[in-house]
């Protein structure tokens, strides 16, 4: 069973500032089946990046996704006010899908 | 679009069903997952079907008492817990499931969640 695991738990940042977050598997994961969602309070998540690194519909390029392997990190070059939210990876394998526990990217 | 229904509460042991339709788009040729998130928790999956290949997978952890069926005709999935405890006091969310031989697997379009409420 897949566990993925992601740090830091809250990220705390001023608008303009570089996120790095990561997201972390104890055994090796097929990229092509890593997603990243950002939800914000009282709504449902939203998705933003798949296949590690393609941006969904209408996502803006200031958020990458990158990695391989066990590691895989999801970049926001630029924090918009809009930006501060949850962000949740998750994966599929073997007819089953996968939730990291989140990271809270909060204003400092 | 997917259009779940609205708040419940139950009692504990009871059974609850939450619905989905989808709207939009070919029902048939796309598969469904939930997951549900606790208060203040982050997100836990559930279960998904595949309507067009008739096919359903569980979490270990509901199996057996998690049941997901779809009804092409009305473009609408369904998900029924059962035995419910105050533990299963959660939203509970849909999903398009977009899966295949040449798609990268993602869950890109949301219901608007469903907030169930276990308390005696």
């Known amino acids: 069973e897949v566990v993925l695991t992601q740090s830091p738990g809250t990220l705390s940042l001023s608008p303009g500032e570089r996120a790095t977050l990561s997201c972390r598997a104890f055994?090796?994961?097929?990229?092509?089946?890593l997603a990243w969602y950002q939800q914000k309070p009282g709504q449902a998540p939203r998705l933003l990046i798949y296949?590690?690194?393609t941006r969904a519909t209408g996502i803006p390029d200031r958020f990458n996704g990158s990695g391989s392997g066990t590691d895989f990190v999801l970049t926001i070059s630029r924090l918009e006010p809009e930006d501060f939210a949850v962000y949740f990876c998750q994966h599929y394998g073997t007819s089953t899908w996968t939730f990291g526990q989140g990271t809270k990217v909060e204003i400092k | 679009r997917l259009v779940q229904s609205g708040a419940e509460m139950k009692k504990p042991g009871a059974s609850v069903k939450v619905s989905c339709k989808a709207s939009g788009y070919n029902f048939a040729t796309y598969s469904f997952g939930w997951v549900r998130q606790a208060p203040g928790q982050g997100l836990e999956w559930m279960a998904w079907?595949?309507?067009?290949?008739?096919?359903?997978n569980y979490s270990r952890k509901f199996q057996g008492r998690v049941t997901l069926t779809a009804d092409t005709s009305m473009s609408t999935v369904s998900m029924e817990l059962r035995s419910l405890t105050s533990d299963d006091t959660a939203v509970y969310y849909c999903?398009?499931?977009?899966?295949?031989?040449?798609?990268?697997?993602?869950?890109?379009?949301w219901g608007q969640g469903t907030r169930v409420t276990v308390s005696s």
């Open positions: 079907i595949s309507p067009y290949k008739d096919k359903t």
């Open positions: 296949g590690t690194s």
């Open positions: 055994q090796s994961l097929s990229g092509s089946s």
């Open positions: 999903a398009r499931v977009v899966l295949g031989s040449w798609e990268l697997p993602r869950w890109d379009y």
